[in-house]
């Protein structure tokens, strides 16, 4: 199957907002939980946020719970990440990727990641 495509990053000054997108394809997209992960330069991979496939449940990491919203649309097999009040910390690659479940959301084995889009921000 074709990996995910993420879109939406790009440079922003510290405060800032930005949407980032993600396409599934190839798949039962409303069967699958999805998952935001990010890796910033010369760090490992760490979850960031993920929603179940009914929108019942979200999950964020410490560091952006309050500031970041995931949200899906099924129709157009379609997550996406609000990104508020950014900070330097944020700056990273930022990748999707299907999960089984709920439990597995935070578990970033996944053998078919996309491109990933890089987030910038400026302090």
């Known amino acids: 199957q074709a990996p995910p495509v993420e879109s939406g990053g790009g440079l922003v000054q510290a405060g800032g907002s930005l949407r980032l997108s993600c396409v599934v394809s190839r798949l039962t997209f409303s069967s699958y939980a999805m998952a935001w992960f990010r890796q910033a330069s010369g760090k490992v991979r760490e979850f960031v946020a993920g929603i179940t496939s009914s929108n019942g449940f979200t999950d964020y990491a410490d560091s952006v719970k309050g500031r970041f919203t995931v949200s899906r649309d099924s129709a157009r097999r379609t997550v996406f990440l609000q990104m508020n009040y950014l900070n330097a910390a944020d700056s990273a690659v930022y990748y999707c990727?299907?999960?089984?479940?709920?439990?597995?959301?935070?578990?970033?084995?996944?053998?078919?990641w996309g491109q990933g889009t890089q987030v910038t921000v400026s302090s």
């Open positions: 990727i299907p999960r089984p479940n709920r439990n597995l959301l935070r578990q970033p084995d996944y053998d078919n």
